[in-house]
């Protein structure tokens, strides 16, 4: 069972546009975390926002725990934006995270 | 500022062979520690977290060990790779206190031919 599910899989835009990215778990959390993960691996970490809302930049993240979802919304895309975006939460037994398989953005010029 | 490195940077081994993969995080005293592995084209799964010196627990079996030597070392191995041990190896570590976000190295590529 894939305890956090993202969608979509993948997404394709032309710059500028908005994306909006959607995270949920099936089991209760208190601790969620945005990466992008760069194509040569590497994750950087966007946002972390256990609850509400969170900003960075032209990131937005809104977690609504009792729903067990979270999103992740990026304005304004860029070519550069494209890669592998990944929601992870952590398990209420502490220390133990589960990542989501991804979604592929790719922007288009 | 706080830095973490992966060493080596990718191998090449053959199946039976050990295998030793490292991990040090400088500039943060007493840091939680985790070790993660990621198939090609898979999902980033959990292999073991470490909260002090010497102690480390596993959360997936893949026939892999891990060890914390020092407050800012974090080692992994295995006396017998398999090919299923192909992947990119992330380490990460978070404050002490409190879960807080992860802040992941820049990983190790590992091939088992």
Redesign the interface.
């Known amino acids: 069972e894939q305890q956090v599910q993202q969608s979509p899989a993948s997404l394709v835009l032309q710059e500028a546009e908005n994306a909006e990215l959607q995270c949920s778990f099936s089991i209760f959390t208190n601790q969620v975390q945005w990466f992008y993960q760069r194509p040569g691996g590497r994750l950087v970490s966007l946002l972390y926002n256990p609850s509400g809302t969170k900003q960075s930049g032209r990131l937005t993240s809104t977690t609504v725990i009792k729903e067990r979802r979270s999103s992740l919304h990026i304005s304004s895309s860029q070519i550069t934006d494209s890669g592998t975006y990944l929601c992870a939460m952590e398990d209420t037994n502490a220390y133990k995270v589960i990542f989501g398989k991804g979604t592929h953005l790719h922007v288009l010029p | 500022a706080q830095t973490i490195h992966q060493w080596p940077v990718a191998e090449i081994k053959a199946v039976g062979s050990p295998l030793s993969l490292g991990c040090t995080i400088k500039g943060k005293s007493s840091p939680?520690l985790?070790w993660y592995w990621?198939a090609t084209g898979g999902?980033?799964?959990?292999l073991f977290?470490s909260?002090t010196v010497g102690q480390v627990?596993s959360?997936v079996q893949l026939n892999l060990s891990a060890s914390r030597p020092k407050d800012d070392q974090f080692i992994l191995s295995t006396e017998k790779l398999l090919l299923s041990h192909s992947g990119?190896y992330?380490c990460?570590w978070s404050p002490g206190v409190n879960?807080?976000?992860?802040?992941?190295g820049?990983?190790t590529?590992l091939l088992v031919l």
């Open positions: 939680n985790y990621q999902t980033l799964q959990q977290y909260i627990e959360v990119f992330l990460a879960q807080d976000t992860q802040y992941f820049p990983g590529r």
